[in-house]
């Protein structure tokens, strides 16, 4: 258990403590025959070189209609994944011109602009530089944007599946930076990916000499070149869109590019037509995965609460859970590692009665940010919105057990 046991709270008595709750859950699983399970008939399949998941585990991406299957974005399936790494394959995309074949021995990342010395940077200079490892989210700006309403997503992965979390490994980009040496008047970066449309964006240089990583390893393998195989630039807790995948070319200039991505995409419209740009950070987000949208529980009883957490400016602190539609709150126990500008798994021991009930999450991290509901995300942002919707999701669980997005 996490060190943020179940605080006393009004409601609490409704929540229960787990072996009371599942001391009860049990005795619907009692046999009166004990049998041996049944022994293997024959010899299993034989060794492998390279492993592949049970073939009885069927869930997938999501990639959403598109005129082009090579632009737009798939989902991870948040309700199917166990902890905080998403595994590499089920790990969200987005692309705007497919994913190109790019053999490493091949590629190379120019370092230039306002430095003193640029580079031309192998994948085998790259290995040879002082790495770390860290896990981290990518979400993109785009995520949770049918939350917006009036019509909602129906579950936890068509609403919040441009979200995904890693443990990345690569070098820091200071380190390659201070190697080209960085000239007097630089503010900004400009990165570029070896995709067809050649992916643009600009990055405070502050940012970049901060905590930005060139990443070519993914939970422990090469990243997928769905990632950006073979190297990504990766701007930690920042919209999605920033961490170039296939990089190739870094430039340091006095002033962003506008290109495309920061201008006619990627901004926020706001109520009096004026628009916000350059909203990089992620804010802080929770998302029930257990119950949620689309399952359907198969009668009242105990039940686990699970979910994930994040935060674009640091740690999650507190996740607080209500089954009454937001009357009344309790904080969930939260799973650790509990790291900076990661996944946070939630969980609360629950048992439902088999009444109609409004399930939401609300988390907030270390900076003190509390996750708001969508009326106030409305009042803030207005109904022009798209990008950065990070509002209070409510499932609703039926008298019949089905789970739907209201
Ligand atoms: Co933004």
Known sequence: MSNHPIQPQPERRRFL????ALGGFLTGCKTSRVEEPAEPSSLGKPLSEHGARSPFEKT???PGPGKNPEIGSSKTPLQDCYGI???ASLHFERHHSGV???DPAAHKLLLHGLVDRPLMLTMADIHRLPAVSRIHFIECSGNSRSEWGPKTAPDAQKAHGLVSCSEWTGVPLSIVLAEAGVKAGASWIVAEGADACHMQRSIPLKKALDDALLVFGQNGEAIRPEQGYPLRLLIPGWEGNTSVKWVRRIKLVDQPSMTKDETSKY??????GTARQFTFEMDAKSVITFPSGGQKLAGPGFCE???LAWSGRG???RVEISTDGGRTWVNAALDEPRLRIAFTRFRLPWKWEGQEVILQSRCTDETGYVQPSREALLEARGANSDYHNNCITAWKISPG???TNV
């Open 315 to 317: 740690r999650i602190e």
């Open 401 to 403: 057990g089905g789970v």
């Open 305 to 307: 609460i699970s979910g």
């Open 100 to 102: 190109p074949h790019i």
């Open 85 to 87: 790494l998403t595994p």
């Open 17 to 20: 403590r787990f072996g009371a």
């Open 60 to 62: 997938g991406r999501l």
């Open 267 to 272: 901004t926020d419209l706001m109520a009096d």
